[in-house]
C-alpha cells in the first residue's frame, strides 16, 4: 500500500498563487508516475496533470498549461503543483494520484484524501 497526504490547498483570490504538496509513504515511491486530478462540486474528477518516475516527462491538460508546474522530489517522497495566475474555474478539490503514467483515473492505483483549492474572483 502507498498512503498520499496532499496539503497546501486554501483561499485564493484570482491571479494568486499556491503550491500543493503531496507526500507519499508505503511503497516505492520512485517507481511510479505520480498526477494530480481535481474535482469541482457537482463535476467529475478530471485529469490536471501527469509527471513520470523521473520526473523528465510531464502532461497537461489544455487549461492549465503555462500556469501549473508539476515537480517531484525522489529523495523527499514527495510531489509539488505550483499553480500560478489563479481563476475562479480552478476551484476544486485537488487529489494526487499513484499509478502508470497516464491521464485517466483507471491510470492510478493510490489516492489521496484531496485538498480544497478556492479562488475567489
Known amino acids: 500500500q502507498m498512503q498520499l497526504v496532499e496539503s497546501g490547498g486554501g483561499l485564493v483570490q484570482a491571479g494568486g498563487s499556491l503550491r500543493l504538496s503531496c507526500a507519499a509513504s508505503?511503497?516505492?515511491?520512485?517507481?511510479?508516475?505520480m498526477g494530480w486530478f481535481r474535482q469541482a462540486p457537482g463535476k467529475e474528477r478530471e485529469f490536471v496533470v501527469v509527471?513520470?518516475?523521473?520526473?523528465?516527462?510531464?502532461y497537461y491538460t489544455d487549461s492549465v498549461k503555462g500556469r501549473f508546474t508539476i515537480s517531484r522530489d525522489n529523495a523527499k517522497n514527495t510531489v509539488y503543483l505550483q499553480m500560478n495566475s489563479l481563476k475562479p474555474e480552478d476551484t476544486a478539490v485537488y487529489f494526487c494520484a499513484a499509478g502508470r503514467y497516464g491521464m485517466t483515473k483507471n491510470d492510478y492505483d493510490y489516492w489521496g484524501q484531496g485538498t480544497q483549492v478556492t479562488v475567489s474572483s
Open positions: 509527471i513520470s518516475w523521473s520526473g523528465g516527462t510531464t
Open positions: 508505503g511503497r516505492t515511491f520512485s517507481s511510479y508516475a
